[in-house]
């Protein structure tokens, strides 16, 4: 029942890294760009929710709805005014800059909230549990998180195959240039697509505030669970991104039942496995 | 002689350092079908790319409508009114055929065409609207490729070589359509390998001969020993 309470505990994680992953992969699908700053703003919604509930005397769940448009606004202004002009031939531009904007991030946050760590609370729904069976319980934080997860993956594949938007988000995936052609705006359909990853990421970091303690060192971490999640799920396949961070949650969980020391290099092992057999995921794209 | 739709001036267009157009003018009216003709390498995509805004130009080089238009994103250019049939039909390959069509109405210009309509003109797609657009054969998604440029609702539609790679008798049937076009107010301009194709489609005929205007008549009153010559520049 160890077991099970383990693996349980590392699917209901893997939600978590879902999140993280969703609005990488996102970008990386629409735009072709590789947002190394991606985990520092996960960071960075967390200490704009913490603010908010500091100042506006709301919870970690309530700040989202502050912070989910905050990020996307954020995201917007990114894309159009820096990122945008970027993006090329070259892979590499956008690689630099977005290195650069995940310093300036992880200084500026330590100027305005030090390097303490910090934490949202939300009350008593942190150790509120349903138990399922003897020596086995599911947390309702992780387990809401989870489910916001699943919905936030489904809302986002609803969006992407059933709306316009969607729509200009995968024309212009295939041939940049011909969405020219269909009136489609490039900078403006990107500046889109990187709001929908923040506000994603301001999710994500409301999630993980609440769960553990952070810091602004705690980016980069971020970035290659959600990294890995993506590679794991296979590129440009949403739901396959949730397989991966499930996948990497799990594989997290059971390392550090074996050996608290083991949690991250488990994470790392099923990774490197995977990548190794399937190099391209476990689910890719199908219409490629 | 009709309202001028679209005026180009002394166009002249550039790859990085290699000059492809010198000092191109040429006119097309409201109604018109106007055919562009050339060896390859004349110039003849280049002309359409800068028209439709995929390459650089002046401001006052190409005036639509009575506005300049020369150097404007293709995304306006659209909005405008002026849409392109790129070569090779480049539709998007992840999207259906329906998605394909969906995608060019979504410039938000309102007309005559819609979805029904473009099904009406080529019925061909109606039955595959659900198929991605990939899997279709060369003339049906040349058609969508049509349908794409017309659903933005054009004042001008641009076709650049329609036919290529295509069997005669799709291009045949693809060609037949092109009066149901004109008919709803869309003027047309097209680039075409085949001269009598592009002759027996088109009012007026544009020859360009490595980058110029080596020829312009009406495309009943131009011989064939006229074009040859413009052709090769014999």
């Not at chain 1, 099970?4 to 990386?28: D, E, K, R, T, W």
């Not at chain 1, 947390?139 to 200009?168: C, E, K």
């Not at chain 2, 995509?45 to 293709?74: C, H, N, Y």
């Not at chain 2, 070589?161 to 301009?189: F, H, K, Q, W």
């Amino acid at each position: 029942m160890d077991w099970l309470n383990s693996i349980v505990q590392g699917v209901l994680v893997g939600g978590l890294y879902a999140l993280f992953a969703a609005g990488l992969s996102l970008i990386f699908g629409v735009m072709r760009l590789v947002n190394i700053a991606h985990g520092d703003l996960i960071v960075l919604a967390a200490y704009l929710a913490l603010a908010t509930t500091q100042t506006l005397g709301v919870g970690p769940l309530g700040s989202l709805l502050v912070i989910v448009p905050l990020m996307a606004l954020i995201g917007y202004t990114l894309q159009r005014f820096v990122l945008n002009r970027t993006l090329g031939e070259d892979l590499l531009p956008p690689l630099l800059v977005t290195f650069g904007l995940s310093v300036i991030l992880q200084n500026g946050l330590l100027q305005v909230f030090t390097a303490d760590s910090r934490k949202l609370q939300a009350g008593l729904i942190e150790t509120a549990s349903i138990p399922i069976a003897e020596g086995l319980s599911l947390g309702v934080l992780p387990l809401l998180q989870f489910i916001v997860a699943v919905a936030v993956i489904a809302g986002l594949q609803a969006l992407f195959y059933n709306t316009p938007m969607g729509r200009a988000f995968r024309a212009t995936s295939d041939d940049p240039s011909t969405a020219q052609l269909v009136g489609l705006d490039n900078r403006h359909v990107f500046g889109l697509a990187m709001a929908l990853s923040l506000a994603v990421t301001a999710v994500a970091g409301v999630f993980l505030g609440v769960r553990a303690n952070f810091d602004p060192s705690i980016g980069p971490a971020r970035l290659i669970f959600g990294f890995e999640a993506v590679i794991i799920g296979g590129l440009g396949n949403l739901w396959g991104t949730l397989a991966g961070g499930i996948i990497l949650g799990v594989a997290q969980a059971v390392g550090a039942k074996l050996d608290p020391g083991w949690q991250l290099l488990a994470g790392h092992l099923a990774f490197l496995f995977i990548l190794a057999i399937r190099p391209q995921g476990l689910f890719p794209r199908v219409q490629d | 002689m009709s309202e001028t739709l679209l005026s180009v001036k002394n166009l002249e267009a550039f790859y990085g350092d290699f000059q492809a157009l010198f000092g191109v003018s040429l006119e097309i009216g409201a109604g018109e079908v106007v055919a562009i003709v050339g060896a390859n390498g004349a110039g003849k995509s280049t002309l359409f790319k800068t028209i439709a805004g995929q390459i650089p130009s002046r401001r006052d080089a190409v005036t639509f409508a009575g506005e300049p238009i020369g150097g404007l994103r293709a995304h306006d250019i659209v909005r405008r009114g002026v849409a392109l049939v790129p070569e090779g039909r480049r539709l998007f390959r992840s999207l259906s055929v329906q998605e394909n069509l969906q995608i060019g109405g979504q410039a938000g210009r309102k007309g005559a065409w819609t979805l029904e309509r473009v099904y009406g003109l080529f019925p061909a797609l109606r039955e595959r609207r659900a198929q991605p657009a990939a899997e279709l054969s060369g003339g049906q998604q040349q058609m969508v490729a049509i349908g794409r440029a017309l659903m933005s609702n054009p004042k001008l539609l641009l076709c650049d070589e329609i036919s290529l790679g295509l069997a005669p008798i799709i291009v045949r049937d693809i060609y037949a359509r092109l009066p149901m076009i004109v008919a709803e107010g869309t003027s047309l301009a097209i680039v075409e390998q085949d001269i009598v194709q592009a002759l027996a489609a088109s009012t007026k005929v544009y020859c360009l001969q490595e980058g110029r205007v080596a020829l312009a008549g009406a495309s009943q009153s131009v011989t064939r020993e006229k074009i040859a010559a413009a052709y090769f520049g014999v």
